[in-house]
Each structure stands twice: as C-alpha cells, then as structure tokens.
C-alpha cells in the first residue's frame, strides 16, 4: 500500500543556546511543499540563503555535523533531523537566525514535542522508497567503526558501542520502526567524558554547554576542587559524582541511554542521505564521521542503481538520426576504429548513439581468444565518440574539426561486453558548452545493464 509524503500543519519555533556559539537561536519548523525535503534557511543572512540536508555538503564532523554552501554554515543540525526523520516528515523548512542549532537539553525530545504541537499533515505526492537489496558496508579500522545495511521490510536501526572504561563500557540499542522513536530515542541526550568536557572549557568550545544538556560520565579519580570548579563554571550549588560513575547533574532515563543518543545520532546523519529507505542499519561505534561517510556511500549507491533505471527512451524502428554516412562525414575515425554505428536521438543537452558489437571486431583477435570481451577502453572511446557528434554537430562546417580528450574522470565498468550485445550510448552535458569545450557524462548500457559511465571532457579544435 502506497504512502503519502507528509509535512508539518503549521510553523513551530524552538528556543535556546548554540552548544559551540553560546548565541542564542531561534529555529522554526516551517511546512514545505512536496518534494522539497529538509532544508536549512539562514534568515539572518542576507537573502536568506538556504541550504540542502545534503551529505555532500558535509564539511566538519568534529564536534557535531556541520554542514556548508557558497561560504554559509548550518552547525549541529542532527538533533533537528533526527526529530524530523523520527517524527516520519519528509518536507520541512528549517528557518535559523543563527549559525547553529540549539542544544536545548541535549537530545531530540523538545524538537519532538514542537512536532507535536504543530501536527503533521499527509500530502498528495506519493513517498519514494530505496529498498536496499544487497549488503552495504563501511568500516574504518583506525577509529573502529563499522555501519553496513541490510535487506529489510522497513526502516530499522541497531547500534552497539563500547567505551572499554568500568563507566561506559558495552551497551547495545535497536530502533524496529520509527513510531518508538518520540518515546524510546528522542529524549537520549549526549554524553561527554569528564576530560573531554574540561578540554572543550579550556578551549572556549561549549560556550552554550550547560551541565542539563549533557551526561557527562566520570572514569578517573576526580577531588572535590575540581567538582567546585566545575560547579562555579555551570553555576551549579554543587557537583558530586554518584556511584553509576556520571555526574550529579541529571539522572539516566534508560540503563542505555549513550547507545539510545547514538542510535539518535546515526537517524539524523543518515537523514543527509536525502532518500527514504528500507533497510536495517546496523552500526558499531559509530561516530559523526563513519556516520556521514556512510551516508554519502548510500546516497552515491542508491544514485547509480537508479540510474539502471533510467535507461534512455527511443524507438529503434525510427530512422537513424545519423547514419553511418553521416557519422563519417563528421567524425575522422575510420574502421577499425569506428565505434559508433548511428545516432538515434540527439536534442539541446542529452544524445543517443549505438553500436552493434560482433565477432568480426578486430580487437577480439587478441582480446581474448578464448573469451571476447570489449575492452573498456573502447566503450569509453565509443561513448566519447558519440560525445563528438554532438559536439561536433555545433558547428556549420563539422569536416573541418576534430575532438580531442581533455580529462576522464568517475570510470567505473559494471558489466562486460562481448559479441552479439547492442550498446547504447547516453550522454548529457554536465555544463552549458563553451569555448569549444564539452563536459558530458556518457553512460553505456547493455540491455538495461549498465556496461560502463564515465565523466568526459573534450576540446574541439579546427584542422591545421
């Protein structure tokens, strides 16, 4: 059963401190109409620049998840996505008069709550689901992360972390489906370790930070000077370490709650993904870092396996637009080194050129002879050849000019090509085409497999 894509009913505003800043930000949930996902919108800038939840637009993970366009920052935004993805929502504008969001109380819960007071409302548009079908994964042995997904129904989340100290040791967290998320994730807030909490004082870090907004978990002998201290800096009557080895200065909703906020924090950076998904996330020791890496794998996979489905439109018992003819009078290539054997469509941005590949390819002499297989190098050449005409096809006198390579870039080979297959050829250009120079990605199919896609650059020059 289909389900819609929902935004909020009305605009809500949450209160409060940036955690890094200490500047105090007014955030607002504005609905957004279909298809617009989450946005961040700096209203405090001029012309209220607005910036895309985009993995690829990641640009600091050290204290939280920063993200960056032409110059304007969004900081600590994954409690806020979180909330919104947990919350189920799909298009929302987020409106900050700051450039970070509030820490509130460390968790998702009082951006929840404002969810729940502004209601949530179903639109016409249809929501779009990846289903994964295959095993991703990421690891990274320097910081001992691993985060893979698996096939699954829904939307799940697994997480296990382990601190290896007697305060925070091994503890594990599962989200089935979103709807436990207000009351079993939402209100998980951080967790600092004391030195970590005294390096961020030293370094003017936590200007927002506040002993409410954290838990922060003791694992060496601390005196009573440094608990005054820490007191005096947090305004605090009095700070005393109880025996679960965490600071008096909130208590646990759950035994695992670190492993909770964790889960928390990998929703909300996987919300960069900018897709919904069915999968079942499983994460180990996960950090904002392997978090986002993650979400940028996913999002480069779930671009190419929609891609397949993109398999251009043409009707092969049209006329060829160019024929073999005519593609000699524009190219200079002759066989064997012909590798395009008519265009089939060709508009302002985009063309579709063909080859039938067949035993008598003098290439497959030697490449191999007990198993033809096309060399890539060749598809890319056919793909760029194709490329040409369009270039080429620019200018009133095309005999008079010849294509040559400039750069290559983003090859990858999906599928073999051998004798008896049909490769289909389809290039767009990535850029509007100046100065004689064409930047086109070119994608190859076989059937509606992708044999092989690159990125191509080429200049066209006159003939001495």
């Known amino acids: 059963m289909s389900e819609k894509q929902k935004t909020l009913k009305e605009a809500v505003t949450v209160s409060g401190a940036g955690l890094h800043t200490g500047k105090e930000v007014n955030l607002t949930f504005r609905p957004a109409p279909e298809n617009h996902g989450f946005k961040f919108r700096r209203i405090d800038l001029p012309n209220q620049p607005v910036i895309d939840a985009d993995a690829d637009l990641v640009t600091d993970t050290s204290r939280g ?15 806020a996505l979180a909330a919104l993805t947990g919350m189920d929502l799909d298009n929302v504008l987020i409106d900050l008069d700051a450039p970070e969001t509030p820490i509130l109380d460390g968790s998702s819960k009082l951006y929840v709550e404002a969810i729940m007071k502004a209601g949530v409302v179903e639109q016409n548009a249809e929501r779009q689901y990846f289903t994964i079908t295959e095993v991703i994964r990421h690891s990274d042995p320097d910081r001992k992360t691993e985060l893979l997904i698996l096939p699954d129904e829904t939307y799940k989340v697994s997480v296990m972390i382990d601190y290896d100290t007697k305060v925070l040791g091994t503890q594990n967290a599962h ?42 978990f003791v694992n060496r002998l601390i005196s009573q000077q440094e608990l005054d201290n820490l007191a005096k800096f947090f305004n605090k009557p009095r700070v005393e370490v109880l025996e ?45 870092v392997s978090n986002v890496q993650f979400a940028r794998i ?35 290539h002759r ?79 999906r599928n073999k090509v051998v004798p008896g297959d049909t490769l289909i050829f389809h290039l767009e250009l990535m850029s509007p085409f100046r100065r004689g120079i064409s930047h086109m990605r070119g994608v190859a199919y076989v059937g509606n497999k992708i044999a092989a896609e690159a990125e191509l650059m080429a200049q066209i020059t006159k003939k001495q």
């Open 175 to 216: 989200l089935s489906h979103l709807n436990e998320f207000a009351d079993e994730i939402g209100p998980c807030r951080t967790f600092v370790f004391l030195h970590e909490l005294e390096y961020l004082i030293k370094n003017d870090l936590i200007k927002g930070g506040d002993l409410s907004n954290a838990i922060v």
């Open 65 to 79: 998840t920063t993200i960056e366009h032409k110059g304007v920052k969004v900081s600590t935004i994954e409690h």
């Open 298 to 332: 996913l999002k480069q996979h779930i671009k190419h396996e929609l891609s397949k489905q993109a398999l251009p439109k043409f009707d092969l018992n049209k006329p060829a637009l160019f024929d073999i003819n005519d593609i000699k009078r524009m190219l200079p």
């Open 335 to 413: 066989p064997p080194f012909l590798l395009v054997d008519k265009i089939l469509e060709m508009s302002d941005h985009d063309i579709i050129g063909l080859k039938n590949v067949t035993m008598n390819e003098g290439f497959f002499v030697g490449h191999f002879p007990d198993e033809p297989v096309m060399p890539g190098v060749l598809i890319v050449e056919a793909m760029a050849q194709a490329g040409g005409i369009f270039v080429l096809n620019s200018v009133p006198d095309p005999e008079n000019y010849i294509t040559y390579f400039l750069k290559l870039e983003n090859v990858k080979f």
């Open 244 to 288: 679960e080895g965490i600071l008096n200065n909130l208590e646990l909703y759950f035994n695992n709650e670190p492993a909770r906020h964790k889960l928390l924090d990998v929703i909300g950076d996987l919300s960069l993904v900018g897709t919904r998904i069915k999968g079942h996330v499983i994460a180990s020791r996960p950090g904002h």
